[in-house]
Structures are given as C-alpha cells and as structure tokens.
Nanobody
C-alpha cells in the first residue's frame, strides 16, 4: 500500500503564495516509479485536475486555470511532491489532493490514479 500525506495548506490573501507538499510512503514503495498529480475540489463542485508530473519530472501538465501561476515539481530523493502556488485567487479556494499513479506517464484524468491523500485546505481571501 501507498500512503500520501499533504501539507502546506492554509489561509492566504489574494495575490499571495503557498507551497503544498505531499510525502509518499509505503512498504516496497518506489516513488520514482510513480507519476504524480494534484487535484482540487471546491465546495459544491466536482474534483478537478490541477497539475501532473511524470516519474522523472521532465514532463508536466497544467489546467488552463492555473497555468503560469502554479508549478508542480518533485524530489525523488525525498519521496516528495510539491505544488508552488503563486498569484492566488479566491477561485483557487478548495481542498487540494495529491494522487499517485503506478506508471511513469502522467495524466490529467483522475480515475487513472491509484492512490490519493486526505487533502489539505487552501483558502484564498479577497
């Protein structure tokens, strides 16, 4: 089994920044064999894709709504996934989830991911 634990959420004013982290662990788990992604869910809305990264970090994908403001990265030596969020807007308010996929290839499709964290709340005030 794989465990994913997000951290770094909080309350920030519009225009501010936050960095989310997701630490992965598990018996016989090899982080570098997994593509990773970030998703978010706002109250009353469906979960939506935010960003994804392949196993080595060389390929990334972003939702149009965050492109140019968010940066996804990973450190395979620390089993950690990051999401640097800049120029935050009130519409970025949501619970943010990291997800892991037992594949080298990243995807924007939620159901393609095998493991999910519990989420971390991000609230952006206007």
């Amino acid at each position: 089994q794989v465990q994913l634990a997000e951290s770094g959420g909080g309350l920030v004013q519009a225009g501010g920044s936050l960095r989310l982290s997701c630490v992965a662990s598990g018996r016989s788990f090899r982080f570098s064999s997994y593509a990773m992604g970030w998703f978010r869910q706002a109250p009353g809305k469906e979960r939506e894709f935010v960003a994804a990264i392949n196993w080595a970090g060389g390929t990334t994908y972003y939702a149009d709504s965050v492109k140019g403001r968010f940066i996804i990265s990973r450190d395979n030596t620390k089993n950690t996934l990051y999401l640097q969020m800049n120029s935050l807007k009130p519409e970025d308010t949501a619970v943010y989830y990291c997800a892991g996929r037992a594949s080298f290839t990243a995807t924007m499709t939620g159901p393609a991911y095998d493991y999910w964290g519990q989420g971390t709340q991000v609230t952006v005030s206007s």
